[in-house]
């Protein structure tokens, strides 16, 4: 009988150790563990910034989250009617996306401000679809103003300084697509009369021009009343254009107005609405056409929200169709505003229409909100069936 030498007694017992330990090891990883459930983080809070479709299917969307302190904005294209979309790499660290203004699948223009409490900014052009851009190189960059342009050459920018900047109120001009700009006119407190026309007080703006020369700005007045003025040589003079008597603004209203639209060679139209800032309830507004391209105007009124909930100025889809959102109803007039119909629009889950942009007759899109909270996620909709039904578009992602 052979005897088992102590040596050999250790090894052993190492052996049985070691696939002891293996064994437990194995147990403890295979056997069925209660794993907590998976909590989907919260969703950023979006906030859609700047939007605008050239036509059904190409469009940008500028969006940022709320939740983070800085400014900076997301920029995205779509080129199938937001069913995928694609970020474009703007170059600039950090920017605030003010307005976007797209002409076709290549072609558009952004503006950016330094952040959201900083207006101050420059204005890109891109030619490829947002793969190179070019600085458009303003007079005053980085300057505060609105930049407006009627196709990808002639452009204008409006700059407002405050009342005690000596830089004060000036209207530049390019007609090269923003390679030169020519200064039109620069007014301030030392000279109100350099406008050409223009009122030294009140907010000027929107611009909006039908041809190269043909123009108009809406002024509204420190007491809520709004005035209209046109010039016929590219903004360098400008007429004051007599609008209907309307009932006079109640202390503490605010002028919203739209872009002067053209629906034929004589016709025009714009709306405005009256704002009462501290409750943002109950706007009053019109809609103002003209049929001899301003020469005289008149107004017809808007008819008054029933859900009062973030409600738009009327986007005007002809010379004679309008339509209002107004939270989950949609106002529609197709004469004028002889007769409204208001009815309830089938949206997704508890979402809310805003401010409507016409791709055509049919189709629409609308930069609402998730739901009626105050702190609800923007939220894209689109229609094609003229309203009766609105889908929500899938925004992107933000990391």
Do not use: C
């Not at 007599?242 to 002067?260: F, I, K, M, N, S």
């Not at 309008?322 to 949609?330: C, Q």
């Not at 229409?353 to 049919?362: E, K, T, W």
């Amino acid at each position: 009988m052979r005897l088992i030498r102590p040596r050999e007694l250790r090894g052993t017992a190492l052996i049985a150790a070691a696939v002891g330990a293996v064994a437990v090891t194995a147990f403890a990883y295979l056997r069925p563990v209660t794993r907590p459930p998976y909590v989907t983080p919260p969703a950023a809070q979006i906030t859609i910034q700047s939007w605008q479709f050239a036509d059904s299917r190409n469009g940008w969307v500028a969006v940022r989250r709320q939740d983070t302190a800085s400014g900076r904005s997301a920029l995205f294209a779509t080129h199938d009617g937001g069913s995928s979309w694609a970020r474009l790499s703007l170059p600039v660290p950090s920017a605030y996306v003010t307005w976007v203004r797209v002409f076709d699948a290549d072609r558009g223009m952004v503006q950016l401000a330094r952040d959201q409490s900083d207006g101050r900014g420059s204005l890109l052009g891109t030619e490829d679809g947002g793969v190179t851009w070019r600085d458009l190189r303003l007079p005053d960059q980085p300057a505060v103003g609105t930049a407006w342009f009627l196709d990808p050459q002639h452009g204008w920018f409006l700059t407002q300084a405050a009342s005690n900047s000596p830089q004060g109120t000036a209207l530049t001009r390019t007609i090269d697509g923003g390679r030169t700009w020519q200064l039109l006119w620069r007014m301030n407190s030392d000279r109100p009369d350099a406008g050409h026309g223009l009122p030294w007080s009140g907010f000027k703006g929107p611009l909006s021009f039908l041809t190269p020369d043909h123009g108009f700005m809406a002024v509204a007045e420190p007491d809520g009343s709004l005035r209209l003025f046109a010039t016929v040589d590219g903004g360098g003079d400008w007429s004051p254009v007599a609008l209907p008597d309307l009932p006079p603004p109640q202390p503490g209203r605010a002028v919203a107005t739209g872009e002067v639209q053209a629906f034929s060679s004589t016709a025009i139209g714009f709306a405005s609405v009256r704002l009462d800032e501290p409750a943002r309830l109950r706007p009053l507004g019109w809609v103002y056409r003209s049929s001899d391209l301003g020469a005289t105007w008149e107004a017809k009124p808007l008819p008054e929200p029933d859900y009062r909930f973030r409600t738009q100025p009327t986007a005007l889809l002809g010379v004679d169709r309008w339509w209002l959102a107004d939270g989950r109803r949609l106002w529609t007039t197709g004469d004028a505003g002889s007769h409204w119909e208001v009815r309830e629009a089938v949206l997704p889950g508890t979402a809310m229409l805003g401010s409507v942009q016409a791709a055509n007759p049919g189709a629409a899109w609308s930069a609402g909100w998730a739901s009626p909270a105050s702190d609800a996620d923007a939220l894209l909709l689109r229609t094609v069936d003229g309203g009766a039904h609105w889908s929500a578009v899938r925004l992107p992602r933000l990391g």
